[in-house]
């Protein structure tokens, strides 16, 4: 139990660390360069500067869509587990449309 909640307090101060990095050009960030970012810096990134823009609830999952920058990413969160089970990441190509 100890163990776990220093793991907890080092990963939130690693995760604003990243965020207070990430805060200036978050939302102009590309979706290859948000694909070419590691797992945890892409959960975090997404959770601190991305807008809800949907969500629902399937048994034991939550799908949560984000709009970051001009690209939208699907959180998939077990609730059971208290985790997230995965990440999709959409290019909006209507956005380049003329």
């Known amino acids: 139990m100890y163990k776990k909640i220093i793991i907890n307090k080092i990963w939130q101060r690693n995760c604003l660390l990243i965020t207070k990095v990430l805060k200036t050009s978050a939302m102009n960030i590309s979706y290859y360069d948000f694909k070419n970012m590691p797992n945890q810096d892409q959960f975090s990134l997404v959770m601190n500067e ?8 399937v048994n034991t999952l939550k799908y949560i869509l984000y709009e970051v920058s001009h690209f939208t990413v699907e959180m998939i969160y077990n609730i059971q587990k208290d985790k997230i089970e995965g990440i999709n990441v959409f290019q909006n190509k209507g956005a380049y449309a003329i």
């Open 50 to 57: 991305g807008r809800i823009m949907n969500e629902r609830t």
